[in-house]
């Protein structure tokens, strides 16, 4: 009996000594990460997109500036002008079936016309250049100081949030650019990885997005980002968006892209559609905007920063 019991406890010690070898190895090659501490936002104030529920105002904000005019009193621009209407209603439609798949019901207020003056407003920022430095100073510095002052100065953001009884409040704000400027590009203001300035979440949405018209998908993409989704499609350069690895990228590409955070065109086709969305919120922007409250695998085993819904345990 005192014979077995030695062999036993030498088969475990052995057991002991080979999976340690083979930690230590995986740990050495890089398979596992022995030191990884998981990497956590510590933001409290979440701007004026706080979490994508309940009710939600966007407000459509038709911005002239130095270079780039809106002029209603011309046709095409009016049409032009109905058309974001109409993409902001289906992007909201969109949103609305999709939060129904995490069983979340969530509501939005938006103009539907030029003629609601709680949340439709025209303005101009005669000597500014809205996309001059735009990536290093908004973007990336997380400022937009003459936009920030046109809302101050001209939108009751608090009567918008009690006449409505909403929670959140993203600025929509319409660029009249041509196609061929090029370096006109759809992106955010938004509380990521620390707290604005000033509360208020930008959407810049040019008319054209590089070569391409804007699409429900771009308006949709981009307001995501203001509830803290991240981009799929490209590792932080940056520092400003969560962390993701060039491994991460490549993981979405062969098993999330179809998701609209990994790109907002058809999946299969190619198409830009002007009348739909054919792409999903799958779980891994459900996580990062609160709607998937379990993390997923993919987000230690890439190194990727957690959610900002996802508290430090």
Partial sequence: MKKKIISVAALIAVFAVVAAVIIFELDRYNVIDLDYVPKYLE???????????????????????????????????????????????????WLVSQGEKYGKQIEFCYAKNENDDMLYYEGTLEDTDIYLNWADEKAIGKRAPDEWEFIDNNIDFNMIGEKYGCDNIVYHIFINNEPENRECTAFCLCAY??????????????????GLSLTPAVIAHETLHTFGATDLYSWDSTGVTFGTTGSFVEYCRDHLN?????????????????????????????????????????????????????KKK
């Fill in 258 to 310: 179809d998701d609209i955070m990994f790109a907002t065109m058809n999946p299969i086709t190619g198409d830009a559609p002007t009348d739909r969305i054919d792409r999903e919120i799958t779980y891994m922007t459900a996580y990062f905007i609160g709607w998937n409250r379990n993390t997923p695998f993919e987000i230690d085993h890439f190194k990727v920063v957690h959610s900002q819904f996802d």
């Fill in 193 to 210: 990885e620390k707290a604005l300035e000033r509360p208020h979440e930008l959407c810049f949405l040019p008319m054209y997005y590089e």
């Fill in 43 to 93: 933001v409290e104030d979440l701007g004026s997109a706080k979490q994508l529920d309940g009710r939600t105002a966007f407000v459509s904000v038709f911005l002239s500036d130095k270079y780039r005019k809106w002029d209603f009193s011309q046709e095409r621009d009016r049409k032009k002008r109905a058309e974001c209407f109409e993409y902001t209603r289906i992007a909201t439609d």
